[in-house]
């Protein structure tokens, strides 16, 4: 997969939105700038894409993780009709790929969920010791709090 590079500082933003603006507004300009854009909104989704981004060379960052990846949480979609999206089968992967991840971590956490309760709930006693070890836990936390409260 290849990526245009692209290099994050204070005007990013306001460059972005000024280029799909030109773009929507005027008839002879392609939609690449707003292409590019949603690619970028399809991939980046948390500081950790953006940190992975940036240790692979795609991106080079001049901000604080944080403000780099608010950047791209605008959806792009909303400040432009894509007449041709050029960056169409690549946005098309990069969904087709959050999905499968998406649901390879649902199927782990029932699999984890399973596991728990056939290693460590098997037996009704061991539920409920559980049970009333959660709550003399609660009861202890709140004895402590009322005490330093009411002192």
Known sequence: ??????????????????????????????????????????LIQTTADMKILCESGVITNRLHLDDATKIFNHPYEEYACVKENHFLLLNQNVLRYRRQRRDYYIRRWKVY?????????????????????????????????????YR
């Open 1 to 42: 997969m290849e990526i245009p590079s692209l290099t994050i500082h204070e005007n990013t933003d306001t460059l972005f939105r000024n280029l799909i603006s030109l773009e929507l507004y005027c008839p002879n300009y392609s939609c690449t700038i707003t292409s590019y854009a949603m690619l970028f909104d399809n």
């Open 113 to 149: 969920r399973r596991e728990l309760k056939r290693v460590h709930f098997n037996h009704p006693w061991a539920v409920i010791s559980t049970v009333a070890a959660s709550i003399m836990l609660i009861l202890t936390f709140l004895q402590t709090l009322f005490t330093y409260i």
